[in-house]
């Protein structure tokens, strides 16, 4: 798999902040059943590692990856915990070495035209928007598709059901990334049936 096949998984990758590790498999079972294969477990909380590994191992379907990957480490225990893909808000030369040195595929952040311009440098061409709201929305990657044709971007950070499709009708969007589909109340609650739901209105959507 390389970074454009992500795209091409559903139009909704699902931002996933677990703290606890036991509600990991059940939830990523509720999405991949409403049709949101690519789940991202952010390495914002200590269960996320381990959140990573009981989906990578006990849910069929689901391509887990690993977010918040800030530090070389993170990617390399994301990729020993049975991550599929990496994804950072940012990127530094030493990141995106560290990143490609585990043959995983990954997005890096970029939130301007010089940062998607200096990874373009090195021949990658699927990269994360964030924070995609605050750095000019739908707007700024409409701007940024005239002169960066090559790129296609997975806008995240301010994603929601409101504006999602006006992402997705964009050219240069292959997909989105949002957190609405696991909210932190709905996931304590373990109520899988609403996440199922979430999921599945938001598989329904389309690229544009």
Do not use: H, Q
């Not at 990758?13 to 991949?32: E, G, N, S, T, Y």
């Not at 311009?117 to 699927?126: H, K, R, S, W, Y």
Request: glycine share 10%; charged share 20%.
């Amino acid at each position: 798999m390389i970074a454009e096949d992500l795209f091409a998984l559903a139009p909704v990758i699902p931002v996933v902040v677990l703290d606890d590790a036991a509600a990991a498999v059940p939830m990523a079972r509720a999405l991949v059943d409403g049709g949101l294969p690519a789940v991202e477990v952010t390495l914002r909380t200590p269960a996320a590692l381990e959140a990573i590994e009981r989906i990578a191992a006990e849910v069929s379907g689901a391509v887990v990856g690993a977010g918040t990957v800030v530090r070389p480490e993170d990617a390399e225990r994301s990729a020993a915990a049975g991550a599929r893909f990496l994804v950072s808000p940012g990127c530094t030369p030493r990141l995106r070495t560290a990143m490609a040195a585990t043959g995983l595929p990954f997005l890096p952040g970029v939130a301007t035209a010089s940062e998607a311009m200096a990874l373009l440098e090195d021949g990658i061409t699927a990269m994360k928007f964030f924070p995609a709201e605050a750095a000019g929305g739908a707007t700024a990657l409409k701007a940024l598709a005239g002169p960066l044709p090559r790129i296609r971007f997975c806008p995240t950070g301010g994603v929601s059901p409101r504006n999602a499709a006006d992402y997705l009708a964009l050219g240069n969007v292959g997909c989105v990334g949002g957190s609405w589909l696991t909210p932190a109340s709905v996931v304590r609650a373990g109520d899988w049936d609403r996440i199922r739901k979430l999921a599945s209105e938001a598989a329904a959507l389309r690229t544009g």
